[in-house]
């Protein structure tokens, strides 16, 4: 199978003060359509930093990123909105929805701007909010808030779904349903999905597990017989 | 340390600092600047009305023997009475064509200190009562380039007769010397003033020991009217046409009128501008207030008091208050001398000169520090109340809530997701929004009064000279005579194409206990040359069956068509009085008058065939030689040039134009400041949502719409609410600036809606594209990571 995304050597230097901090260090990966990848490591370890690099919110200081072909590490600006809009959907850990927009709002602002929305109301059935639509953020709970954060991601069709520490500020029950979801959502819209956490537990649900340490990718394991998140144990 | 702090902070938003402090400075250089010219112009007023022995009554009469006049004295609450003669005179200087006129005034023989309306001498020597010498004022003077001892003739009943200029000097009488009453400004190298002996002044024009103008002073304490009553009957029989208070007398009235603007300039402006800055610096503090809360919760911790921790945040409403004050203030000197010297250009007065004052440089910064301070303490207060622990814990997120117009579906369904969001947030941050709609608002009204005002002053005076008055040479007799005869000569004149006869009768028209003098114009009924227009430009005739008045004088009169006015003809003082109809009201800018067609106006008041003034259309080529034909002439007292008068006016509105592009720039300097500020709040407030937003993939445009939308969406109701705004100042400025001599109209012209319309959205599309600046620098990652 051809993958989606190719990384080469890629490195990332942040100049804080006087001191060069090397985030990544000679990352090498690739990503293949419709699987389920975890980021593990502890914090530090550059796994944010990748993720912001695979999408597009930040470039790399060295190396070539190629998503289907097309040179990222050589994009503006301008081709990097592009790439934001069109082939990828965040999730992040503290949500950040628009606290003045209701939830079915929310998700409308990132299906007006997609050229192939899905429709908001089956996401809406989808993460089990359809009741909740007119609700404002400030009315719904942390696990509601990231299923529609979810729901937001998914709503512009991307080819992939970057969640940063997704269940980090969720008890174990609403972790379960999130990622339960979100596996979901992978194997019914054929969604590449990468989730970075220092919770090893979840790596147990991945199809591959990037294991991240000191800025480097330590090792890259693949999981034959992937758990379904229920089984997980927390 | 906490200074360095400060400072920081504001280099770091310099952007909004820099507007707020502009704002105060604008308000701050106009008050020092205004007050010190007021301070300037009272002082002076005041020491040469009371050293040149200014007088408080003014009385004209035809002819009155100073025998009589001396009689007057005895009259309670008179302190002095004085008769002299004043007439005017046309100067011939050689190789000028235009007219030139001087007013020749009349001094006592004997010059004493009690002398009412002295002249400030400059330069030169005594007069002499038996020679035929004269002082000129200061400006004339100057203007004309003449020197001591120069002669210059003047016609004199007829004849050419040469005066010698001894001297130099002002009068406070002619401070702002005016010829006519259709004239708006002064023009010395035109018109001057002459003073000379009595006793040349009565031989130069074959008078008897008479008087026809009168001065007097009150006694301290003495009332005017009382007095003017008392006067009257006295002065009935020597043909007492008008008899006027010191505050009716022009150059007083315009000197005043001129100082009651520049207060009230002084006064008002500085508050609207300090308001505008206070506003700002108190959102700005609060909403940084509200972000540095865990460092306020740290410094607490710390041990700082609340005093300290307050006086921190308040150091920096200090810095703008000290830097706007201290720089508002210096310019505000700086610009008081070139404004001086304005005023020196048209107020004829000692004294006048620019002066650095401590006082209004002290005082703004006052004014600034204490506005800035309360607006910094109101914005800060918060601070107060918090609990570091409290502090350091983040604020309760925002809470959506849905608004009433969302009610209004259709308008609701319309909107974008970004669109929803602005109007939310509108309704979210009321204070905020209405701040934007009233500084807008502001904006649009300052520019849209500026325009207006040049529009209008531009109506004031090309309506009268291009619409109203179209002949192209006004010729007017010394004294009133029977039309035929002159009619036919002029015709007859190579050049002219038409000649119209005009009667203009000095006149009181009264209603009930309202009265009012003026002069009631005669015109043919079918004048090509002088055409009564109405509010649309639609010519109305003189009417045969009554008069037509100006909208002025039916104001003053409480008068509307029907009313029926009592008329007393100055001319002949006959008591057996006319009652006239008043059949139409009509604009008029220059002047007070009232109409009527000339034929009926005539056999109202008994003179048939009677005329003082003809309007000829004449080939320009032409003009110079009927000037020079009647220059010396005894019956032709003048041969005014209309083209040239227009051209004058056209020239003057030319360097008045340029004030319009300072007011632009000031109502530019306000919406930028508003809007800027505005959106760096919003933008520092609602950086996670817009963060957001640029990681779902939209552009930095996109993000940026949803501040647009919500600034357009306010500013265009403020522009809206900025039209009756600017009416309302238009009809405040109207109301305080008319007068005798010019009436403003207060219709605000569309052309200053479009330019005020494109001026205040140039201001807020500017600001949204520094704003715009910030968004392209927003860090993604680092915004989205931190908790809300």
Redesign the interface.
């Known amino acids: 199978m051809e993958p989606i995304m190719v990384g080469k050597n890629l490195s990332k230097e942040y100049q804080m003060g006087e001191v060069t901090v090397a985030a990544l260090k000679d990352a090498n990966f690739e990503l293949y359509e419709g699987e389920l990848l975890v980021i593990l490591g502890p914090s530090g370890s550059g796994k944010s930093t990748l993720l912001n690099i695979i999408g597009g919110m930040d470039n790399a200081s060295g190396g070539e990123l190629f998503y289907q072909g097309v040179p990222l590490h050589q994009a503006d600006a301008k081709q990097l909105t592009l790439y934001r809009r069109n082939d990828v959907g965040f999730v992040f850990q503290f949500y950040n929805l628009m606290p003045n927009l209701t939830a079915k709002e929310n998700i409308h602002l990132a299906a007006q701007i997609s050229k192939d929305p899905l429709p908001i109301d089956e996401l809406l059935q989808k993460v089990g909010l359809a009741d909740r639509a007119d609700h404002f953020p400030s009315q719904l709970s942390g696990g509601e808030q990231q299923r529609i954060a979810l729901a937001r991601a998914l709503a512009k069709n991307p080819t992939m779904l970057l969640c940063d520490e997704p269940t980090g500020a969720l008890d174990s029950q609403t972790s379960v349903q999130v990622l339960k979801l979100l596996k979901e959502s992978c194997r019914d819209f054929g969604k590449t999905a990468v989730i970075i956490t220092h919770n090893t537990a979840i790596a147990e649900i991945a199809d591959r597990v990037f294991y991240l340490k000191d800025g480097t990718i330590d090792r890259i394991e693949r999981n034959s017989e992937p758990v379904s998140p229920e089984k997980v144990t927390w | 340390m906490l200074w360095k702090k400060t400072w920081r902070d504001i280099k770091e938003n310099k952007g909004a600092y820099i507007a707020c402090i502009i704002i105060i400075i604008i308000g701050l250089m106009v008050f020092s600047a205004f007050s010190m010219v007021i301070d300037n112009l009272k002082l002076s007023q005041k020491n040469f009305y009371s050293n040149q022995n200014f007088a408080d009554g003014f009385i004209k009469v035809r002819s009155m023997p100073m025998s009589e006049v001396k009689k007057l004295q005895n009259i309670d609450g008179i302190k002095s009475i004085q008769g002299r003669l004043v007439k005017d005179a046309r100067v011939l200087f050689p190789n000028r064509d235009e007219n030139v006129y001087l007013r020749l005034v009349s001094l006592p023989s004997t010059q004493n200190s009690s002398l009412i309306n002295g002249v400030d001498l400059l330069q030169g020597i005594p007069l002499n009562s038996k020679e035929m010498n004269v002082w000129v004022d200061n400006k004339f003077y100057d203007a004309n380039k003449i020197e001591i001892n120069q002669q210059i003739d003047v016609i004199a009943q007829g004849a050419k007769k040469s005066l010698r200029v001894v001297g130099y000097g002002r009068s406070p009488e002619f401070i702002y010397a005016l010829r006519t009453s259709s004239d708006l400004f002064p023009n010395p190298e035109t018109f001057g003033i002459a003073f000379l002996p009595y006793d040349v002044m009565k031989a130069l024009f074959s008078y008897q020991e008479v008087a026809n103008n009168v001065v007097f002073t009150l006694e301290p304490g003495a009332s005017y009217k009382d007095v003017e009553e008392l006067l009257k009957p006295k002065l009935k029989t020597y043909g007492l046409e008008a008899i006027y208070p010191r505050k009716d007398q022009v150059s007083h009235m315009l000197l005043s009128e001129e100082l009651k603007g520049l207060e009230a300039a002084a006064q008002g402006m500085p508050i609207l501008f300090l308001s505008i800055a206070g506003v700002i610096l108190y959102i700005m503090l609060k909403r940084m207030v509200e972000q540095q809360r865990g460092q306020i919760g740290i410094l607490k911790a710390f041990g700082y008091t609340e005093r300290e921790v307050l006086g921190h945040y308040l150091s920096y409403a200090l810095v703008l208050g000290v830097a706007g004050g201290l720089l508002g203030g210096l310019s505000g000197i700086a610009l008081s001398y070139p404004f001086t010297s304005m005023y020196q250009l048209f107020f004829n007065m000692p004294g006048l000169n620019g002066q650095f004052s401590p006082r209004y440089l002290l005082l703004g910064l006052m004014l600034s520090i204490i506005f800035s301070l309360f607006a910094g303490y109101q914005g800060s207060k918060k601070i107060l109340t918090l609990e570091p622990a409290e502090a350091m814990r983040p604020p309760a997120?925002?809470?959506?809530?849905k608004i009433w117009l969302e009610k209004v579906r259709f308008f609701w369904s319309i909107l974008?997701?970004?669109g929803?969001?602005a109007v939310?947030?509108m309704a979210?941050n009321k204070g905020r929004s209405a701040f934007i709609f009233v500084g807008i608002m502001f904006t649009f009204a300052i520019l849209a009064f500026t325009w207006s005002m040049n529009d209008l002053i531009k109506v004031m005076l090309f309506d009268q000279y291009q619409k109203v008055e179209t002949y192209d040479v006004k010729v007017t007799l010394s004294a009133p005579s029977n039309q035929k005869s002159a009619e036919g000569e002029l015709y007859n004149f190579p050049g002219v194409k038409r000649v119209e006869p005009m009667a203009e009768v000095p006149a009181t028209l009264k209603n009930k206990w309202l009265k009012k003098d003026v002069a009631i114009l005669g015109i043919q009924e079918d004048s090509l040359l002088y055409n009564i227009m109405d509010k649309d430009y639609n010519k109305v005739a003189p009417p045969t069956n009554g008069l037509l008045l100006s909208e002025r004088l039916a104001r003053l009169l409480n008068a509307h068509v029907g009313t029926r006015l009592h008329l007393t003809d100055r001319l002949s003082q006959d008591e057996d009085n006319t009652e006239l109809e008043v059949v139409g009201i009509i604009p008029q800018y220059l002047g007070v008058n009232a109409y009527m067609e000339i034929g009926a106006l005539q056999e109202s008041l008994g003179y048939k065939g009677f005329t003082t003034s003809y309007m000829i259309s004449i080939n320009p080529e032409n003009i110079s030689a009927l000037q020079n034909k009647y220059r010396e002439s005894a019956v032709i007292a003048g041969v005014d040039d209309l083209g040239k008068r227009l051209r004058q006016s056209q020239e003057l509105m030319a360097s008045f134009g340029s004030m319009i592009y300072i007011y632009a720039l000031i109502g530019i300097i306000i919406g930028f400041a508003i809007i800027y500020n505005s959106s760096i709040i919003t933008l520092s407030e609602r950086s996670?949502?817009l963060?957001?937003?640029?990681?779902?993939?939209?552009?930095p445009r996109?993000v940026l719409s949803v501040i647009t939308f919500e600034q357009w969406f306010i500013g265009v109701l403020g522009m809206i609410g900025g039209i009756p705004l600017s009416k309302a100042f238009l009809v405040g400025i109207s109301q305080s600036m008319s007068n005798d001599v010019y009436t403003m109209p207060t219709n605000l012209t569309s052309s200053s809606f479009v330019m005020a319309f494109l001026v205040t959205a140039l201001s807020i599309w500017i600001a949204q594209q520094m704003a715009a600046q910030k968004i392209?620098r927003l860090n993604?990652?680092d915004t989205?990571?931190a908790?809300?």
């Open positions: 997120p925002p809470i959506g809530r974008t997701a970004q929803k969001m939310r947030n979210r996670h949502e963060a957001s937003m640029r990681v779902l993939g939209m552009t996109e392209k993604l990652a989205l990571k908790r809300e």
